[in-house]
């Protein structure tokens, strides 16, 4: 994908991001491709693969763990609610920063 598009689904600003892709292109996790004098591709280079299958098998079952013997539907109804509690802070937030 591209830098831009990164940017836009971690929200982060570009600079921001332009320097931590730096530093992951630098460690040898990323490969960067230019496309034009504005815009990169960027990939995960095999290193970077390995270490993402590592990291999600590890996430996997850390999930599992913590989810032992909570049913589909609870998990749901608690992450509906999480996502309630999200919204609500959100809106204080913007409260709170308007006034």
């Known amino acids: 994908m591209t830098q831009t598009a990164l940017a ?6 570009k600079g921001q991001l332009s320097r931590v892709t730096g530093l992951l292109e ?7 491709r230019e496309l034009t004098w504005r815009s990169a591709e960027l990939r ?3 290193q970077g693969r390995r270490l993402y299958s ?7 079952e850390r999930h599992l763990t913590l989810t032992a013997g909570v049913s589909a ?4 109804q608690f992450y509906d609610t ?3 509690i ?4 959100g809106n204080l937030l913007k409260s709170l920063t308007s006034e």
Do not use: E, F, Y
């Open 44 to 46: 995960l280079s095999a």
């Open 86 to 89: 999200a919204a609500n802070a």
């Open 73 to 76: 539907r609870q998990l749901r």
């Open 54 to 60: 590592s990291i999600h098998r590890i996430s996997c």
């Open 8 to 13: 836009d689904i971690v929200l982060a600003d």
């Open 26 to 32: 630098r460690k040898g996790l990323i490969v960067r």
């Open 82 to 84: 999480l996502d309630k």
